[in-house]
């Protein structure tokens, strides 16, 4: 059973930067893509971004809004997916959950939230100054 684990977030300023991780335990994560997604105070859950493995051959994914800030990265020997996060804004603030789909296994497929079977519990986010 894949369980992940989130770290990283914070309170920063606007214009500063994060970088979150997501770890695995139970089972190696090198074997998924995995997916970044956020969710504001009452709002819905949305995508962030996705990073398949090297099997899948694909680009990472970005949400339109933070393409050009956010970075997505992995480490297969650490065993760990990176979310850089630059020139934070105060709309970013939000809980950090990654996640992996199961069936999807390999690939990126979309950011349809039903889909995910393994999560995180969350990193808080706080962009304020």
């Known amino acids: 059973q894949l369980q992940l684990v989130e770290s990283g977030g914070g309170l920063v300023q606007p214009g500063e930067s994060l970088r979150l991780a997501c770890a695995a335990s139970g089972s190696t994560l090198n074997y998924y893509a995995i997916t970044w997604f956020r969710q504001a105070p009452g709002k819905e859950r949305e995508g962030v971004s996705c990073?398949?493995?090297?099997?899948?051959?694909?680009?990472?994914t970005y949400a339109d809004s933070m393409k050009g800030r956010f970075t997505v990265s992995r480490d297969y020997a650490e065993n760990v997916v990176y979310l850089q996060m630059n020139n934070l804004k105060p709309e970013d603030t939000a809980v950090y959950y990654c996640a992996a789909d199961r069936d999807a296994w390999e690939f990126c497929v979309d950011y349809e939230v039903s889909r995910f079977d393994f999560w995180g519990q969350g990193t808080q986010v706080t962009v304020s100054s």
């Open positions: 990073i398949g493995t090297r099997g899948a051959r694909g680009s990472p």
